[in-house]
């Protein structure tokens, strides 16, 4: 036991001394002062917080600015007191009720569309025309009316216009065509409404001007009258 401790303070003495001599090596190399330096610089140095100044902003007055020479000499307007006028109010329609659609019979509908074609060999070649039969999506709903796609390319404009239709008595309804669409929009559906179109109407369009129609309507219901006034012939 005694041993064992005498061995272990020979060791921790050894230890001391060797601990002391490479001490006195590093500071005759000046080994010491060079760690120390290079510990220095590889260590991260912590980086300064920037100020940031708080930013103004400036009112600019875009009034004054003039780029163009042609209002250069003019005083520059007021925006803030111009007044708006509103747009004028758009024609109103009482809605159609859809659930109560009527639709033609297959043989009133091509009765309406043979006396529209007697009508039409009776036109002018000079002035194209075609018939058009009314469908429910032509006169309730959505009011597109879609025309035949060879007229259109033969003989209306090829980009989108303003179209004038005239009834038999003379009164005129603009609509909007579209030419990559081939057929009329807007104005359509006033013209329908006013002219009480129904389901299987047949409608003659005869093209009078580039961009004006004379348009005659066969009323699907006068096959009824008809039938009824020979009726009343009959008795």
């Given at each position: 036991m005694v041993e064992s401790k005498k061995k272990?303070?020979?060791?921790?003495?050894s230890r001391l001394k060797r601990l002391e001599e490479n001490k006195k090596r590093m500071e005759e190399l000046n080994l010491t002062k060079l760690a120390q330096a290079v510990r220095s610089a590889t260590s991260p140095k912590p980086s300064p917080m920037k100020k940031v100044k708080p930013r103004v902003r400036q009112e600019v007055d875009l009034s004054s600015v003039r780029r163009s020479n042609r209002v250069a000499d003019k005083p520059a307007p007021n925006y803030r007191e111009a007044v708006i006028e509103p747009l004028g109010r758009p024609r109103s329609y009482r809605r159609r009720d859809l659930l109560n659609r009527v639709y033609a019979a297959d043989e009133d509908r091509q009765y309406a569309i043979e006396r529209a074609e007697q009508l039409q060999s009776e036109f002018d070649a000079d002035f194209p025309s075609?018939?058009?039969?009314?469908l429910q999506s032509h006169v309730t709903g959505g009011f597109?009316?879609?025309?035949?796609v060879h007229f259109c390319k033969t003989h209306l404009p090829k980009h989108d216009e303003y179209v004038t239709l005239i009834d038999e008595n003379g009164d005129e309804s603009e609509t909007k065509y579209l030419a990559l669409k081939t057929g009329l929009s807007g104005g359509w559906r006033g013209f329908a409404i006013d002219h009480e179109l129904v389901d299987g109407d047949a409608l003659v369009f005869q093209l009078t001007a580039p961009t004006r129609f004379k348009v005659y309507i066969i009323r699907v219901?006068?096959?009824?009258?008809?039938?009824?006034e020979g009726v009343d012939n009959v008795i």
């Open positions: 272990m303070l020979t060791y921790e003495e075609f018939v058009k039969p009314m597109w009316l879609g025309l035949p219901n006068q096959a009824e009258d008809e039938e009824t």
